[in-house]
Nanobody
Framework: QVHMEESGGGSVQPGGSLRLACKVT????????MGWFRQAPGKKREGVAVLNSDGNTEYAESVKGRFTISEDKAKNTLYLQMDSLTPEDTAMYYC???????????????????WGQGTQVTVSS
C-alpha cells in the first residue's frame, strides 16, 4: 500500500523560502507521475507542480520561476523548493502520485489516486 507523508511546512515572511518534502513508500512503479497540490481556505484545490518518471515537469503559471519540483529516487522522496513566497501562496500543500503506468504530466488532481495528509504553509508578515 502506498503511503505518502509530507513535511517541511511552516510560517515564513513574504520573500522567504521553504522546502517541502514528501516521503513515498510502498510502491514499485517504473512509470509514474508525482506532484504537489495546494488548497487555500474557501478555494478549490489546484495543481502547483508535477513531474513524471521521464523527468519532465510542469508548473502552474502562478509559481513558475519561484517553485522547483524535484525527486530523489534513492530516498523515495519528492521535493518542492519554494522561493519568493507571497501571502497568496498560503495554503495546505499536498503531495500526490499516480502509478498506473501512464506517466501523465498534468496539473489535474483527478488523475492522481494516492495522496498525503498535507502540510500547512503560511506566508505573512
Amino acid at each position: 500500500q502506498v503511503h505518502m507523508e509530507e513535511s517541511g511546512g511552516g510560517s515564513v515572511q513574504p520573500g522567504g523560502s521553504l522546502r517541502l518534502a514528501c516521503k513515498v513508500t510502498g510502491y514499485s512503479w517504473s512509470v509514474y507521475s508525482m506532484g504537489w497540490f495546494r488548497q487555500a481556505p474557501g478555494k478549490k484545490r489546484e495543481g502547483v507542480a508535477v513531474l513524471n518518471s521521464d523527468g519532465n515537469t510542469e508548473y502552474a503559471e502562478s509559481v513558475k520561476g519561484r517553485f522547483t519540483i524535484s525527486e530523489d529516487k534513492a530516498k523515495n522522496t519528492l521535493y518542492l523548493q519554494m522561493d519568493s513566497l507571497t501571502p497568496e501562496d498560503t495554503a495546505m500543500y499536498y503531495c500526490a502520485a499516480d502509478g498506473r503506468g501512464i506517466g501523465y504530466l498534468t496539473l489535474a488532481d483527478f488523475v492522481f489516486n494516492d495522496w498525503g495528509q498535507g502540510t500547512q504553509v503560511t506566508v505573512s508578515s
